[in-house]
């Protein structure tokens, strides 16, 4: 199966998921990485605002890391292949976009420097144990993590965990997996 075939199977796949049943376990992995020595060590943290059917909901997260004095950069989509990064200092300035994504308002989220994380949450429509990943198809993590030597950590369901996946020599893996189940150390 091709890299289209499959992120398009496993995208319908994980949009059928009950939206109680994505909130409890997207609580369950906020809960195992607040727990984790690297996030106690963060002061600021890169996040994305899962908001895609199906995709682990980040922002409790997000407001957690704002309650405990941390600085929180988020991704903003730009043409290109391109992400632009935004210091989000309250979670009422994000805003809903053509793609269906929560992203920071510009207007109220100054720009931030990506390599200024200490911690970078990274989605996924898939993930290997060994730290592979299917993102969505454009290469913007891939580009971005490329750039940047912070500690990586996919947030993912179990449902979403492979065996293997297509790998292209510019993918990027990541260092740990969190699912509602456990904390899988990749490398």
Not at 122 to 134: I, N
């Amino acid at each position: 199966m091709s890299k289209a075939d499959l992120r398009q199977a496993l995208q319908r796949q994980r949009a059928t998921l009950p939206p109680d049943l994505v909130d409890g376990w997207s609580q369950a992995i906020a809960a195992r990485l607040t727990e984790l020595e690297i996030w106690a060590r963060s002061q600021v943290v890169h996040c994305y605002l899962g908001a895609l059917p199906g995709e682990v909901r980040t922002r409790a997260l997000v407001e957690r890391a704002l309650r405990e004095r941390r600085r929180v950069l988020s991704p903003r989509v730009r043409p290109h292949g391109q992400l632009e990064h935004r210091e989000l200092l309250d979670t009422s300035h994000l805003r809903d976009t053509a793609f269906g994504l929560l992203e920071p308002d510009p207007e109220h989220a100054p720009p931030a420097e990506p390599d200024e994380a200490d911690l970078i949450m990274v989605p996924g429509v898939a993930f290997t144990a060994e730290g592979a990943r299917l993102g969505m198809g454009g290469g913007y993590y891939d580009r971005f993590l490329a750039g940047t030597s912070a500690p990586t950590i996919g947030l993912a369901f179990e449902m979403q965990l492979r065996a293997a996946l297509p790998q292209r020599p510019h993918d990027q893996l990541v260092d740990v997996i969190i699912t509602e189940m456990r904390v899988i150390p990749c490398r």
